[in-house]
């Protein structure tokens, strides 16, 4: 289901020691599929999952697109082109596979299409988004069969919820305090026939707030969902279920090509059609604050075996692309590009290493605090406790003994946060394959307006080309939607990230090796070193198993991008639970799709690397 945001903390594995040097793509279409295909294959071979991805670009892109027939992955239109790719197992018991129309469960993504929603109603005239909320859903509630209590009776007379716009519930400025997601989590897990109505959100959620509405903000999908609420007493349906979430897309004259764009109601995935299985692993809770694995498990001695495969076709899905392996995991296949019979290497405790995450702290249940020398020492001695699930070494300036800082050592990983002095890991495991629960029968309701898209790449970015060429706002409401705010409160998106109306301030900033071809506007450079210099905007969507973690507009460039994929786990039992789940994954494989890309468009484009992003 839900998690709020997708930390960026990176290390290197599977496309992170990847340099780009593009020197020109020939202007097909067709090649470029050709390209970002072979990526996605790669990465989908390599992590036994499904990815799926896009781009779009623009009209003005200096090639002819009359002169190509349009494809299933290669859609050609008026006004853009639509590439698309898919590779990997959709069912892994009925051996399945995905395709570029299959539909991702991609939660926070809806929050944009939410938003757009309410601008077009107040372009309408049928919402003032700076007049309280209560004036429309008080009324709304008071026309349900049976009457709902009003605002202010759900906030037990706190006044304070009379104060709430639409405009600061879209921004993320209301002061509503969220859902908590790990309780929700466990709550669809025990519940498999039910669905958790967006009412409830309103009336477990607690009703103290973080500041006075427009004073701060801070990231909220509980907000969303009582904007959705407004939305819908605002169009007059007669009740929540009633909205017709699909209306930003009836004036568009391509709306029939939204056709892999579903907003899901009560009752299961499995009742939607394209919809994929979703793969959520075993005592796992991956934090909606930071991108961290949080799991309990007995820690690995060093003779432990490698579990194998449950059945055959598990076998056959662990082959991989000997070039990348041979250049990213050392020692753990051979060179036919077929799993080894010795088991990985566990536990590696150096930065840059799965499951090793720097300027990261967290809080969960403690095993043991003791002093270390240092970050690595801190990772070994998790390694060689029991129950050990993460570890936490925190430097400080001055330890008895010698000592640099502080070892804290967990058994339960709740939440993650940034801290400049802090390093943060997680213990590497066994994969099990019996570990992972398919979410495909669960709630697909997902928070309503808050998150239940199930969308297809190729229908997400083909959204931002309209948003981003003025065919779904007006030039005002686009002003609206693009002005951006900072976060005062919060950990991921952490205080400071700028948000719109549903919508991240999303720049493309990524690493120039060579600092002779790094010319302005396109690129920058300072202390640091030089960048690329593309802005831009966008929102991700994480579910528990599902997610489109990377999706966004550049304007400059006409360019829309989105990478989806089925699992955070990846699904390779010849390799531990790190390797299978790198914090930088999802960061490498949107780079190099959009290296290839932008030197499709513009083949002067300064050469970006993809290691480390």
Known sequence: MKKKFVSTVFSVSFYAVLCVHVQSIERDPRHLQSEIQQIINDAAKYY??????????????????????????????????????????????????????????????????????????????????????????????????????????????????????????????????????????EWTITHPNEDYLPIQYLETVNKSFLFPPQTGGCYTGTGYVMAGMALAAARGNRTWDALQQRYIFSKLPESENFRNTV??????????ENVVHQYAYKSMYTSPNVHIN?????????????????????????????????????????????????????????????????????????????HASNAEDC??????????????????????????GECTIFSQLHR??????????????????????????????NGWTMGNIAVAPKDVVRFYQYIGTGKMLSPSSMQQLLHFLPLTVGYEPAAGTP??????????????????????????????????????????GLDWGSAIPK???????????????????????SMGTNENHPPDLFDSLTCAVLARTIAFIDPHAPQFSCAGS
């Not at 709430?164 to 519930?169: A, C, D, E, F, P």
């Not at 999303?506 to 593309?534: E, I, K, M, Q, W």
Request: glycine letters at 8%.
């Open 551 to 573: 999706a966004g507009y550049v304007p400059s460039l006409k360019l829309s991008y989105a990478l989806a994929f089925n699992s955070f786990m990846g699904h390779n039992t």
């Open 48 to 185: 036994n999952i499904s990815f799926s991805a896009s781009i779009a670009i623009g009209a003005s892109a200096t090639f002819d697109s009359s002169a190509y027939a349009s494809s299933q992955d290669v859609e050609i239109f008026t006004d853009m082109i639509v590439v698309s790719a898919a590779s990997g197992y959709n069912d892994h018991k009925l051996g399945t596979k995905v395709d570029t129309n299959s539909l991702y469960p991609a939660g926070s993504i809806t929050k944009l299409y939410t938003a757009i929603d309410l601008l077009i109603a107040a372009e309408e005239g049928l919402i003032d988004l700076d007049e309280p909320v209560y004036k429309y859903i008080d009324p709304w509630h008071a026309k349900q069969n049976p009457p709902v209590p009003t605002l202010l009776q759900i906030w037990e007379n706190n006044s304070v919820i009379q104060q709430v716009t639409s405009r600061q519930l879209l921004q993320m400025r209301s002061g509503l305090q969220d859902y908590k997601d790990r309780s929700l989590y």
């Open 499 to 540: 948000y719109g109306l549903g919508v991240l301030d999303a720049p493309l900033r990524y690493p120039v090796p060579n600092t002779s071809s790094c010319h302005p506007p396109t690129c920058v450079c300072d202390a640091r070193g030089c960048f690329t210099n593309y802005s831009g905007y966008g929102h991700p």
């Open 294 to 370: 949080a799991f309990h498990k007995d820690s690995l001695g060093p003779n432990t075996k490698l579990k194998q495969s449950q059945n055959s076709e598990s076998e056959q899905l662990r082959s991989h692309d000997t070039a990348m392996l041979n250049a990213n995991v050392l020692g753990q296949h051979t060179s036919d590009g077929t799993p080894s019979t010795k088991p990985p290497v566990f536990n590696v405790c150096k930065p840059g290493t799965g499951g090793y995450y720097q300027h990261a702290a967290g809080t969960g249940v403690v095993l043991k605090t003791i």
């Open 263 to 272: 907003f899901m109601g009560v009752g299961k995935c499995s009742q939607y």
């Open 416 to 445: 993650g946060y940034s801290h400049k002095n802090a390093t943060l890991g997680t213990v590497d495991t066994i994969l099990d394959l019996e570990g992972f629960t398919d979410l495909y029968d669960y709630s697909a309701l």
């Open 379 to 404: 990772c070994t001695t998790a390694g060689d406790t029991a129950s050990a699930a993460a570890w936490q070494y925190m430097q400080m300036e001055s330890m008895p003994g010698g000592a640099d």
